[in-house]
């Protein structure tokens, strides 16, 4: 894509004389084309005319065939064409080529036909074996009113042809010499427009860097010198209101510092002088309740600072750490006390989210190190002599690594997508074709008694997804089914166009979730029967993973459960186009 606008003029240059080039040679082609063919037509249709003229005498009776013979390939000599005389009922009299027709045959052409009825007939037809063109003209032969021949003309327009094919070669040569001339030109006339565009860019960088100094060399009296007396008078009058700022920012500075925060001013009475709207929305007209008059006084007259944090009930409950100290006039005096207050619910939830998660991931190694440092331990204090004994053992630390691998690779791609770097590739797929594909590596992988698959995906609208991302999720949900049916159940696989977008569904015949489990299944290393879960090789990431993989998407999943009756697994996919969403992703 050319993002130079120097190369854009030379290209809008160099377009604008092609078309025209290609618009001209066009016409001049086909100007030329119809001139020769014409012409060709006309001495054709002239020597015809000329031909029918001198037959009528040999054509009217018993046609007389020596006599038309030797006419013909006298005009035939001459005007370089083959010719045909065919009588009333279009049979073949004689032609110039002699043994090229048999006599009484009759020739059955749209244009024959129509000089037999009176009329001219002509036509051009492209001969398939030599790929040149013929040109065919029949003229009737008339005695009085009636029709008693036809003198029918054949003439190769290959002659034409090579003209043309010469002309146009002419023409493009001169075409790519003009265009060469032209970008030369262009690229000429672009510079002396982009150069003064340039350094203007340049000033502007100067000035983002705070050099006001530098103005710019005017050369000209056009738009672009226009332009950079323009930028001239804008640098000018820029520093000057930067001076002022300058001026005024240390009045604002404090409150400006903190715009994100709530600020509440209190003077030295006990009353509120100032809170601006973040704290209002923390606190509304409690702030005197919750930090009472006589505590603040007393901060004040002990002129000390003090940093608090408070818990608000809810819902949603609420953290807040309040920084309080006395302010001052410019004269040094105490006038009242500064709050500056910050809502640190997020981070507090942050932090026990973190605590949890790394004590979940604690646990969920702890097991499978424990596991394969006992095998180990065992192999090293004389297990491995018994080879058999040293295999299981092996196999045991195998999977148990593997485990680990695992649940590695999830925290990767969680990780990744929470600070949003996983990479996107959004483009129109056919998620019918996914499905299929996908269903038909589990059926590969899961081979009888496992349970039996059943897929029911309706005519899909086109979608734009990441196609690998939303193959992961199926693949995870999928897992869960395959690992929670027993051999002999039934898993189905549906897909159909829905309000939303795309519905995919996945519901099996397993034992089904507690209704008090079903809040959390989303949850990082959330099981709900955490035994059978790590048996399996679970990470108790997968339904989290697919969660944020399907909102990355746009879309919503959602689970549905009944003990004992098996599960439902569904997400959606919306129709709109990814562009929309490539800066959420």
Same mark, same amino acid.
């Given at each position: 894509?050319?993002?130079?606008?120097?190369?854009?003029?030379?290209?809008?240059?160099?377009?604008?004389?092609?078309?025209?080039?290609?618009?001209?040679?066009?016409?001049?082609?086909?100007?030329?084309?119809?001139?020769?063919?014409?012409?060709?037509?006309?001495?054709?249709?002239?020597?015809?005319?000329?031909?029918?003229?001198?037959?009528?005498?040999?054509?009217?009776?018993?046609?007389?065939?020596?006599?038309?013979?030797?006419?013909?390939?006298? $005009?035939?000599?001459?005007?370089?064409?083959?010719?045909?005389? =065919?009588?009333?009922?279009?049979?073949?009299?004689?032609?110039?080529?002699?043994?090229?027709?048999?006599?009484?045959?009759?020739?059955?052409?749209?244009?024959?036909?129509?000089?037999?009825?009176?009329?001219?007939?002509?036509?051009?037809?492209?001969?398939?074996?030599?790929?040149?063109?013929?040109?065919?003209?029949?003229?009737?032969?008339?005695?009085?009113?009636?029709?008693?021949?036809?003198?029918?003309?054949?003439?190769?327009?290959?002659?034409?042809?090579?003209?043309?094919?010469?002309?146009?070669?002419?023409?493009?040569?001169?075409?790519?010499?003009?265009? =060469?001339?032209?970008?030369?030109?262009?690229?000429?006339?672009?510079?002396?427009?982009?150069?003064?565009?340039?350094?203007?860019?340049?000033?502007?960088?100067?000035?983002?860097?705070?050099?006001?100094?530098?103005?710019?060399?005017?050369?000209?009296?056009?738009?672009?010198?226009? =332009?950079?007396?323009? $930028?001239?008078?804008?640098?000018?009058?820029?520093?000057?209101?930067?001076?002022?700022?300058?001026?005024?920012?240390?009045?604002?500075?404090?409150?400006?510092?903190?715009?994100?925060?709530?600020?509440?001013?209190?003077?030295?009475?006990?009353?509120?002088?100032?809170?601006?709207?973040?704290?209002?929305?923390?606190?509304?007209?409690?702030?005197?309740?919750? %930090?009472?008059?006589?505590?603040?006084?007393?901060?004040?007259?002990?002129?000390?600072?003090?940093?608090?944090?408070?818990?608000?009930?809810?819902?949603?409950?609420?953290?807040?750490?309040?920084? =309080?100290?006395?302010?001052?006039?410019?004269?040094?005096?105490?006038?009242?006390?500064?709050?500056?207050?910050?809502?640190?619910?997020?981070?507090?939830?942050?932090?026990?989210?973190?605590?949890?998660?790394?004590?979940?991931?604690?646990?969920?190694?702890?097991?499978?190190?424990?596991?394969?440092?006992?095998?180990?331990?065992?192999?090293?204090?004389?297990?491995?002599?018994?080879?058999?004994?040293?295999?299981?053992?092996?196999?045991?630390?195998?999977?148990?690594?593997?485990?680990?691998?695992?649940?590695?690779?999830?925290?990767?791609?969680?990780?990744?997508?929470?600070?949003?770097?996983?990479?996107?590739?959004?483009?129109?797929?056919?998620?019918?074709?996914?499905?299929?594909?996908?269903?038909?590596?589990?059926?590969?992988?899961?081979?009888?008694?496992?349970?039996?698959?059943?897929?029911?995906?309706?005519?899909?609208?086109?979608?734009?997804?990441?196609?690998?991302?939303?193959?992961?999720?199926?693949?995870?949900?999928?897992?869960?089914?395959?690992? %929670?049916?027993?051999?002999?159940?039934?898993?189905?696989?549906?897909?159909?166009?829905?309000?939303?977008?795309?519905?995919?569904?996945?519901?099996?015949?397993?034992?089904?979730?507690?209704?008090?489990?079903?809040?959390?299944?989303?949850?990082? %290393?959330?099981?709900?029967?955490?035994?059978?879960?790590?048996?399996?090789?679970?990470?108790?990431?997968?339904?989290?993973?697919?969660?944020?993989?399907?909102?990355?998407?746009?879309?919503?999943?959602?689970?549905?459960?009944?003990?004992?009756?098996?599960?439902?697994?569904? $997400?959606?996919?919306?129709?709109?186009?990814?562009?929309?969403?490539?800066?959420?992703?």
């Amino acid at each position: 894509m050319v993002k130079s606008m120097h190369w854009k003029i030379v290209l809008v240059y160099f377009l604008l004389s092609l078309l025209t080039m290609q618009f001209f040679g066009a016409y001049l082609i086909q100007s030329l084309e119809r001139y020769f063919v014409n012409s060709y037509m006309t001495n054709m249709e002239a020597q015809g005319n000329l031909l029918a003229s001198f037959l009528e005498r040999y054509m009217v009776g018993e046609p007389l065939e020596e006599d038309i013979s030797a006419l013909i390939r006298e $005009f035939s000599a001459q005007s370089g064409t083959d010719i045909i005389v =065919l009588d009333g009922y279009g049979r073949v009299v004689t032609s110039s080529g002699g043994e090229d027709l048999v006599r009484g045959r009759r020739v059955l052409q749209d244009e024959v036909s129509r000089a037999l009825a009176g009329s001219r007939g002509e036509a051009i037809r492209l001969i398939p074996d030599t790929e040149i063109r013929q040109k065919y003209l029949a003229l009737p032969v008339k005695s009085g009113d009636n029709v008693v021949g036809v003198v029918y003309f054949t003439g190769s327009l290959e002659g034409i042809d090579a003209t043309i094919n010469q002309v146009q070669l002419i023409f493009m040569t001169g075409t790519a010499i003009a265009l =060469l001339i032209t970008v030369v030109l262009g690229f000429i006339l672009a510079r002396t427009i982009t150069r003064p565009i340039q350094e203007v860019t340049s000033r502007a960088a100067q000035m983002a860097a705070g050099d006001f100094n530098r103005l710019i060399e005017v050369r000209s009296e056009d738009e672009i010198g226009r =332009l950079g007396n323009m $930028f001239n008078h804008l640098t000018l009058k820029l520093k000057e209101t930067l001076g002022e700022m300058s001026a005024e920012k240390s009045k604002v500075e404090s409150i400006l510092n903190y715009m994100t925060e709530g600020v509440v001013a209190v003077n030295e009475k006990g009353a509120i002088i100032h809170l601006n709207p973040a704290a209002r929305e923390m606190l509304g007209d409690d702030f005197l309740r919750i %930090f009472p008059r006589q505590q603040l006084l007393g901060l004040l007259k002990s002129d000390a600072q003090e940093t608090r944090e408070i818990t608000l009930a809810g819902p949603p409950s609420r953290v807040i750490k309040a920084h =309080l100290a006395p302010f001052r006039t410019p004269e040094g005096d105490l006038r009242g006390v500064l709050a500056v207050l910050q809502d640190v619910t997020r981070e507090e939830e942050l932090n026990r989210i973190q605590q949890e998660f790394v004590a979940n991931v604690s646990h969920e190694l702890k097991t499978p190190l424990t596991t394969v440092k006992s095998y180990v331990e065992t192999l090293l204090n004389g297990a491995m002599e018994d080879p058999g004994i040293c295999r299981n053992f092996l196999k045991v630390v195998e999977g148990e690594t593997e485990r680990m691998v695992r649940l590695v690779k999830d925290l990767l791609v969680l990780s990744r997508l929470d600070y949003r770097q996983l990479p996107w590739e959004l483009r129109e797929e056919d998620l019918g074709e996914l499905l299929q594909e996908t269903a038909r590596e589990f059926v590969f992988r899961n081979p009888p008694p496992a349970p039996l698959l059943l897929i029911r995906v309706q005519a899909l609208s086109p979608l734009v997804f990441d196609r690998d991302k939303v193959k992961q999720v199926l693949i995870n949900i999928l897992g869960n089914a395959y690992k %929670f049916t027993p051999a002999g159940g039934q898993i189905t696989l549906a897909a159909w166009d829905g309000e939303e977008g795309v519905v995919v569904t996945v519901e099996d015949s397993g034992p089904g979730i507690p209704a008090g489990d079903l809040p959390r299944v989303f949850d990082r %290393f959330y099981r709900v029967d955490k035994t059978r879960s790590r048996k399996l090789g679970g990470t108790g990431l997968g339904l989290s993973i697919a969660r944020q993989l399907v909102e990355a998407h746009g879309g919503r999943i959602w689970l549905e459960s009944t003990l004992g009756q098996g599960t439902t697994v569904g $997400f959606t996919l919306p129709r709109e186009s990814g562009t929309e969403r490539d800066e959420a992703l």
